[in-house]
């Protein structure tokens, strides 16, 4: 698998038309990893997914890859490319702001978007303490978290 030292990304950009057909092709399972993350997260650590506090799982999950996903990264790996997108969550607007996820897929090559696989769904621990013990949980993003590579 790659690491982030292994891949240089592209600059945060707009989707373009193949990239809004591959997180499309995978927009199923990326629903399905939100309300799982969330489910599984509020038995251990609630406060992960504490920006969706009150939202159905419809709800949360109701965003759309042509309106929502308003940002991507690309980097091209010896087994094809890894695509990071941000997407807005449209029912999270709270004291922070606007709600966004963070996305992995993967696209192998040679096969065009019909064998996009999801990888995983960001979800942030930090502001850790001398201990290493974190303070800070965050699965749904602000605005300004820029899109960065992660192994989830």
Do not use: C
């Not at 759309?64 to 029912?91: H, M």
């Amino acid at each position: 698998m790659a690491s982030a030292d292994e891949v240089s990304l592209t600059a945060p950009h707009a989707p373009h038309a193949r990239a809004v057909e591959a997180f499309n092709r995978v927009l199923p399972e990326i629903r399905h990893a939100v309300i799982t993350s969330r489910h599984d997260w509020d038995v251990h650590e609630p406060k992960m997914w504490s920006r969706a506090a009150g939202l159905s799982d419809k709800k949360l999950t109701a965003f759309t890859i042509e309106d929502d996903l308003v940002e991507i990264r690309a980097g091209v790996v010896s087994y094809g490319t890894i695509l990071f997108g941000k997407i807005r969550i449209p029912a999270v607007n709270d004291e922070l702001g606007e709600g966004f996820i963070h996305v992995r897929i993967h696209d192998p090559p040679n096969q065009g978007e019909e064998d996009v696989m999801f990888h995983s769904i960001f979800t942030m621990e930090g502001k850790r303490d001398a201990d290493g013990h974190p303070h800070l949980w965050r699965a749904i993003q602000v605005k300004d978290e820029p899109l960065e590579f992660f192994n989830e």
